[in-house]
């Protein structure tokens, strides 16, 4: 099924049933990520771990990945679920990687009461490095 422009809950929702396929058996961390492209069609990512630690990547970055290689660069907004439901925020190099295709996009989380939460990604990484000059 093909979902575009969804809400952030449904969004969420995405993001938490991507993270059942999250491959984690060092963390047990399950991390699901909605990406939605300027065209509105949505990616998902979810975490996948190795046994050399350092080869791992987060959902975030596989969903920003997967989207490039369709020829997506420009992203409204991606959302983060643990497989719960429950939220978590993107790690510093998600952050970096997300900014190097806007500064704009929407970061859609849940807080420790369940609550859905949003932040410019600006807002989570200020003063943040890019060659762009944007
Ligand atoms: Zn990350």
Known sequence: MQVTDPSDE????????????????????RVGAALVGENGEV?????????????????????????????????KKIAISLSDGSGIMPCGACRQ????????????TRDKTGKTTTFYLDDLLPHSFTLKGE
């Open 10 to 29: 449904e969004l969420l929702n995405l993001a938490a049933n991507a993270a059942k396929n999250s491959y984690s058996p060092y963390s047990g961390i």
């Open 43 to 75: 990616i998902l990512g979810t975490n996948v771990e190795n046994s050399s630690y350092g080869l791992s990547i987060c959902a975030e970055r596989v969903a920003v990945f997967t989207a490039v290689t369709k020829g997506i660069r420009k992203f």
């Open 97 to 108: 990687v997300l900014r190097e295709f806007g500064r704009d996009i929407l970061v859609i």
